[in-house]
């Protein structure tokens, strides 16, 4: 195979280029689409170019004769062009007084930890994170359409990356793993068992913010299940079939869920700040790849590009997306009677003729209701990306928002419809109690089994055949680096932390709605959870390609889901105390007083809960004087330039 021509040395002729990025097309691309992409990519960024450095994976033949994709191309760059990028990104560095500033070229010498030409100033993942913003950024100047591809059309402004990834031509742009780095990461993170803190700035350094906020809400939340499972071991083993004993518990979760969401808004802050995304402006946001529509202008940026009109949007999202969606409510309902006729007809069963086997019969409706309930969220979730999809979004951030509500409405009535059955319709504890027991365990197991085990081993398949065809092992150990960047290529891609949110959710609402009733129910999320982060980050770093980081200031949208989740939780909480018999004795004959007393009761924890939110601030009182001195000095250094810039006027005399 000949080396493309202007592409330059084979990664095995350099001594200088560091490769951060990969770059596939498909094997069958136009000569002149590659050329021109590869030219682009190292053309001057004064002349709208990346100004990066470029090298050709050259193929080779393994020992079953299989032939590589030839057109596989590592991307790197200079420090200084890797440092220019980093101020037009906007990222943010601690300086050397300790506050966190906007990272500029002119003044990189009075950022802290920045030494000779900025080697290692910037992580690794930073460095991955510009260039693949400065791809994303190259744009077609004066060409119609892809040279070689007449009918996929462009026009001034375009990105041409975008572009060409949306039609098949650009496969995947991934970051490439560093072995070492990873290993030492892997050693002081998953790979022992011990009580320790996650590495977070380590996780942060390699990974990500995005990636390190969750891994430290993970954590976070873990820790702060701990009190309410330490309570609820004695509370279960003493009061097991005494459900009569449970407001106590029920008025612990009430403080529990509020505190715990606010402390973690204080704590996620502070990891925000010393990472420096905390006053990071958000950055502009161009159209996602899939958005499509007439070409157009855009009234900000003056630039051409697809415009698709909003009520059109809107009636695809009112009638088609949203009676689809009830449609998949009414069915999950559906479903739900059904899992009672079983019960139903399981407990009829058995108190005919009881056995032993019917005794574990018992069991079975609430085992397949809880598999089912999986099944039914998982077919939901590729329907909500289609019709997410197909209503035609024209920005990532809308298109998540559209996408997350969906997912959360559905599985919120899907997971949790059949606890508030029975427990305010047919006001069966102890069938609500083996319930949620059921629905918990059965799909903690199912969820560690279908996102870590079953990945993992599939990857291990794959490490094997790389093995026997190389006579070596896969990740983490002695590869040739051609095919070190083959066997990352063959990963599967890292969908981001939506079903890791997901899941978190979907435990925090079975905690926060009904554990009053089966108390060890932290417990069992707390055990969960000491897996999960060793799972997730099992597959994070040896299952899946490395993710592009992605700068984060807090959890997003899911800290309202969260807290959203914590009014419901006051409202059931408040209705399952006043349907204890111990409630319901001070009002032996007056049912409507106490309606009354419940809702005023659940009025007065509702605004407690926001006189909470309100007192105890979301940003740590140093943190915001930091940012506030950072502001002030920012502005005297403008209006000292101002006063430079300005002409001196001359006095008259009188």
């Known amino acids: 195979m000949q080396k493309r021509s202007g592409v330059g040395m084979s ?32 053309e001057k960024q004064r002349n709208g170019g990346a100004e990066f450095q470029v090298s050709q994976l050259l193929p080779a033949l393994s020992q079953d004769d299989k032939k590589e994709n030839p057109n596989i191309f590592l991307v790197g760059a200079s420090w200084q062009r890797l440092l220019i990028g980093a101020e037009d990104l906007g990222l943010i560095k601690e ?73 098949g031509i650009l496969l995947q742009i991934f970051p490439l793993h560093d072995k070492e780095e990873l290993k030492r990461l892997s050693s002081t993170w998953y790979q022992q068992i011990r009580l320790a803190f996650q590495p977070l700035d380590d996780i942060r350094h390699y990974f990500g913010e995005s990636l390190a906020l969750y891994f430290g809400f993970l954590e976070y939340f873990t820790l702060a299940m701990l009190p309410m499972a330490i309570i ?115 407990l009829g069963l058995h108190e005919v003729e009881p056995t032993f086997w019917t005794g574990l019969l018992l069991f079975l409706p609430s085992i397949v209701y809880a598999v089912v309930i999986e099944i039914m969220n998982r077919l939901y979730r590729y329907a909500a990306e289609f019709l997410t999809d197909w209503e035609n979004h024209r920005l990532e951030s809308t298109y998540q928002n559209h996408l997350t ?25 102890p069938l609500l109690r083996q319930s949620l027991a059921t629905l918990l365990i059965t799909s903690q197991i199912l969820n560690q089994f279908l996102e870590a085990f079953l990945p993992f081993w599939l990857q291990k398949r794959r490490n094997k055949r790389v093995q026997r065809n190389e006579g070596q092992t896969a990740l983490g150990c002695k590869l040739p680096f051609e095919k070190q960047v083959m066997l990352e290529a063959d990963m599967s891609t890292y969908l981001g932390t939506f079903d890791d949110y997901l899941e978190l959710f979907l435990l925090f609402g079975y905690v926060s709605l009904f554990s009053c009733v089966y108390p060890i129910a932290a417990l069992l999320v707390v055990l969960n959870n000491v897996t999960e982060i060793y799972s997730d980050a099992l597959k994070i770093c040896q299952v899946f390609k490395r993710p592009f980081s992605e700068p984060a200031a807090n959890i997003g949208v899911w800290q309202l889901a ?37 809702v005023a009761v659940e009025h007065v924890f509702l605004v407690l809960k926001f006189i909470l939110a309100f007192v105890i601030p979301d940003i740590p009182k140093h943190i915001q004087i930091k940012l506030a001195r950072v502001e002030f000095e920012s502005m005297e250094a403008l209006k000292k330039k101002k006063m430079l810039e300005a002409p001196a006027t001359p006095i008259k005399s009188q």
């Open 11 to 42: 990664f095995a002729d350099q001594t200088q280029f560091t490769p951060l990025v990969v770059c596939e097309l498909a094997e069958d691309t136009k000569e002149e689409a590659v050329e021109w992409l590869l030219s682009r990519i190292k």
């Open 95 to 167: 300086f050397s007084d300790g506050s966190m500033r906007t990272f500029t070229y002119a003044n990189r010498e009075d950022f802290k930890d920045f030494q000779g030409d900025g080697d290692g100033f910037l992580s690794m993942a930073e460095c991955q994170l510009i260039i693949k913003h400065e791809l994303d950024s190259l744009r077609a100047k004066q060409e119609t359409y892809v040279p070689g591809y007449p009918k996929i059309k462009l026009y001034p402004g375009k990105s041409i990356v975008r572009r060409m990834h949306s039609k």
């Open 232 to 346: 609820g071991i004695p509370y279960y083993f003493f009061d097991w079939e005494n459900y009569d004993n449970y407001v106590v518990f029920a008025i612990c979760n009430l403080v529990w869920t509020t505190v715990m969401l606010e402390m973690w808004k204080r704590f996620g802050a502070c990891l925000a700040y010393s990472w420096g995304t905390l006053s990071r402006k958000k950055a502009f946001e161009e159209p996602r790849p899939g958005f499509h529509g007439v070409l157009g202008h855009n009234p900000v940026t003056g630039r051409e590009e697809p415009v698709y009109p909003n009520a059109k949007r809107h009636l695809r999202i009112y009638l088609v997306s949203l009676p689809f969606v009830l449609l998949c409510l009414y069915v999950s309902l559906c479903v739900m009677m059904v899992y009672f006729d079983a019960e139903a007809w399981v």
């Open 405 to 429: 509500l969906k997912v959360l409405v559905f599985n919120f009535l899907n997971c949790f419809a059949s606890l508030f059955y029975i427990a305010f319709v047919m006001q069966d504890m």
């Open 562 to 598: 969260f807290e959203s989740m914590s009014v419901i939780a006051v409202v059931t909480n408040c209705a399952l105390i006043g349907m204890s018999p111990q409630v319901k004795s001070y009002f032996p004959e007056s049912e409507s007083q106490l309606i009354l007393l419940v």
